[in-house]
């Protein structure tokens, strides 16, 4: 069964730092374009920062320099880590693979930056 499990959400506070995985199984992710979104309460989902079959990663302006995307092909994992951390960055975080008519989401993982 194809799925995507996301882990290592919490609470943390301001300037803090974070690493959330997503992990998959059924599906080998370095097959896939992996993105990670989130969306916060009251507002519309936005694409974070991504990770390109060929390795190429992307990241939206407002994380660039402060968060890094990476994957582990052998643990079949990909990884968002976030530094300094900002309030605005509280929102639920998920994952996505996607490639060609395939398209797959985990459940999403909740990061809480507070002090």
């Known amino acids: 069964q194809e799925q995507l499990v996301e882990s290592g959400g919490g609470l943390v506070q301001p300037g803090g730092s974070l690493r959330l995985s997503c992990a998959a199984s059924g599906i080998i992710l370095a097959l896939y374009e992996v993105s990670w979104y989130r969306q916060a309460p009251g507002k519309q989902r936005e694409l974070v920062a991504g990770i390109g079959r060929d390795g190429k990663r992307n990241y939206a302006d407002f994380v660039k320099g402060r968060f890094t995307v990476s994957r582990d092909i052998g643990k079949n994992t990909v990884y968002l880590e976030m530094n300094s951390l900002k309030v605005e960055d509280t929102a639920v975080y998920s994952c996505?693979?996607?490639?060609?008519?395939?398209?797959?989401w985990g459940q999403g993982t909740q990061v809480t930056v507070s002090s």
């Open positions: 996505s693979a996607k490639w060609r008519s395939r398209s797959y």
